[in-house]
């Protein structure tokens, strides 16, 4: 069976390398599914959660706050400024965040300053939203 080397970087460190049958991302134009042999392809990814499928037909679960995928025939790598295991995910203290970026938006006025803000509440939102899912599916 072939499979593909597969590489998360985060901003802070290694989240992920190893082989896997089949990996699934959140494209910028949709949900991307990449097999061995794929088509060459360098995207940017939006925040979402990332499915590595390993040839034991177990998956490991990623949520990556956006970033740089690119695909070789054999290779995946994925770039991303934060990366957090779905175990790891914390829906309580996204939630929260989001709370603290959503007052933030409401007091400034900076044009600049508010697309840095509702990204971040973009890429928040995502993550309580992973969180919640996997929560529910660990319970389960």
Do not use: W
């Not at 699934?24 to 991307?32: A, I, T």
């Amino acid at each position: 069976m072939a499979l593909l080397q597969v590489d998360v970087v985060s901003a802070e460190k290694s989240m992920f390398s190893g082989e896997a049958k089949f990996v699934v991302l959140p494209g910028e134009s949709g949900e991307l599914g990449i097999l061995p042999g794929h088509t060459p392809l360098i995207s940017r990814i939006r925040p979402g959660t990332m499915k590595i499928e390993f040839a034991d037909g177990t998956e490991e679960h990623i949520f990556v706050a956006g970033g740089i995928l690119e695909v070789q025939p054999g290779k995946v790598v994925v770039l991303s400024d934060t990366a957090i295991r779905a175990e790891d995910l914390d829906e309580q203290k996204a939630l929260e965040a989001r709370k603290q970026a959503e007052e933030a938006l409401r007091n400034t006025k900076d044009k600049v300053d508010i697309a840095v803000m509702e990204a971040e509440l973009a890429m928040l939102a995502a993550q309580a939203q992973a969180a919640r899912k996997f929560s529910k599916s660990v319970r389960h």
